[in-house]
């Protein structure tokens, strides 16, 4: 079985920073993929990142790009997402989830195993 938990949401204001971490336990991911996403009240869940975990090759929502970074700590089986320049739309439940096969990234029911999410508000 894998767990992911994550942490660092909170309440920020426009433009500030936030990290979100993402920590995996229960199986090896050096042939996985580590996706972030997003959902808004109301919203479907929304792509806003990923990393392939062994390359760390990454890619992003076009909404994000530039603004949102992700890394991985190996030592640690834990992924970032690094979030400059929060916007209020940027509001929502950040959820990250691991995907076992190789294939499209940014498809929700391409992910295997989800956390449980942390809510990150950004005000105006």
């Known amino acids: 079985q894998v767990q992911l938990v994550e942490s660092g949401g909170g309440l920020v204001q426009a433009g500030g920073s936030l990290r979100l971490s993402c920590a995996a336990s229960?199986?090896?991911?050096?042939?996985?993929?580590m996706g972030w996403f997003r959902q808004a009240p109301g919203k479907e869940r929304e792509f806003v990142g990923a990393i392939r975990w062994s390359w760390s090759t990454t890619w992003y929502a076009d909404t994000v790009k530039g603004r949102f970074t992700i890394s991985r700590d190996n030592a640690k089986n834990t992924v970032y997402l690094q979030m400059n320049s929060l916007k209020p739309e940027d509001t929502a439940v950040y959820y990250c989830?691991?995907?076992?096969?190789?294939?499209?990234?940014?498809?929700?029911?391409?992910?295997?195993?989800w956390g449980q999410g942390t809510q990150v508000t950004v005000s105006s």
């Open positions: 989830a691991a995907k076992l096969r190789i294939g499209p990234v940014a498809q929700p029911y391409e992910y295997d195993y």
């Open positions: 229960g199986r090896t991911f050096s042939s996985s993929y």
